[in-house]
């Protein structure tokens, strides 16, 4: 009989383990509230192809621009100055004598020529390998995609657990929430700060919110 009553008395000296909260507990929707104040999957899906430069506007600019380019001339210009003078001396050996002088001749010339040509590269209105350089971003906008998703929503799931299973203890706690700051810091450095930006936002929002009246 001694089994049974020691098993008993360690049931009783043993910590209660944190029950599971229900989804109508006070605790639970005040943190459902707050998190309907962080930025849905499509504002960090945005944010995120917008810091990387691969949102679609910009991409479908760029796709533009590059079938486009053809049509664009390459101009070449050239400028060449050349300013001479050639001095001649004339000199009458027949006659020459102290008396009778010397014929001094001088010519000089400036020359300034320039051109300017302009050359097209037809072939590349048919196929431009740059437009196909282009459309390989859409393999980095999926990877982006893929990642912040995936980073979404394993922080929200650590958050929805945290709320609705609190931890029966400080470490297994602590580390949750260590978990979840890890993953706001590395979608707040993939999307610009939205995150912080956002946090920031709630928070003048709440200081400037006034406080509900109580009942009588």
Known sequence: MRTPIIA???????PALAQPRR?????????LEALKLEPTIQ???????????IDPDTVSGMRTRAALKALLPTVEGSVRVND???????IDRINFSEDVPALVGATGADV????VSARWNLPQLVFNSEVLDVSSLAVLQE??????TRLYYTRRRLQVDLALNPADDAATRLSKELRIEEL????????????????????RASRVRPAPRRRR
């Open 43 to 53: 504002q960090t899906q945005a944010a995120a192809l917008q810091f990387f430069n």
């Open 184 to 203: 706001t810091a590395t979608l707040d450095a993939m999307t610009g700060n939205l995150f912080s930006r956002q946090a920031a936002r709630a928070a």
């Open 84 to 90: 001479s003078t050639v001095d001649s001396d004339t």
């Open 23 to 31: 989804i109508d507990d006070p605790r639970v929707q005040d943190t």
């Open 8 to 14: 008993l008395a360690l049931l009783l000296a043993a």
């Open 143 to 148: 990877g982006v995609l893929k990642e912040v």
């Open 112 to 115: 300034f020529e320039y051109g």
